[in-house]
């Protein structure tokens, strides 16, 4: 699916139904990787998630990438993935702690460590990946 590079919005054909630019030889179909202000989508979708919460809201705030539906959608699931991961991992550390098995609790920030990569490489590769529970949210809040 291509994007306008204008205005941020979806396009289907050779001009964008909501401000008329032209898609400049862009093909409609299959994923296209568009540079929107300096970074290429990929690459900012991708940073949305390095600082989490931070990043996210930069992404956000931001001009030039707070149009784009796929950049809005990455910085949403990279905040609401950080607020859920900070709450999952206080509440298995306390849970680790109460049964005496505090040596794991490393493992629970390795979890969320490699998730976090995860997520950031397919979002680099251009690929979606919607999380269960926050990935809708994120759909969600990147439509509105």
């Known amino acids: 699916m291509a994007f306008c590079a204008s205005c941020g919005s979806q396009m289907e054909g050779t001009f964008c139904g909501k401000c008329g630019s032209s898609a400049a030889g862009a093909a409609s179909s299959g994923p ?7 970074l290429a989508d990929n690459v900012a979708s991708a940073l949305c998630y390095i600082l989490g919460l931070i990043t996210g809201i930069l992404f956000l705030v931001l001009a030039p990438y707070n149009k784009n539906p796929a950049i809005r959608f990455h910085a949403f ?68």
């Open 77 to 144: 699931q990279a905040i609401f993935l950080n607020v859920a991961c900070i709450v999952v991992s206080i509440v298995l550390n306390v849970i680790l702690v109460m049964l005496h098995l505090w040596a794991l609790t490393p493992l629970v920030s390795l979890a969320i460590l490699g998730l976090f990569i995860y997520v950031m490489i397919m979002a680099y590769q251009g690929k979606t990946i919607v999380l269960p529970v926050i990935g809708p949210l994120a759909q969600q809040q990147a439509r509105g």
């Open 32 to 38: 296209t990787i568009q540079a929107a202000g300096g």
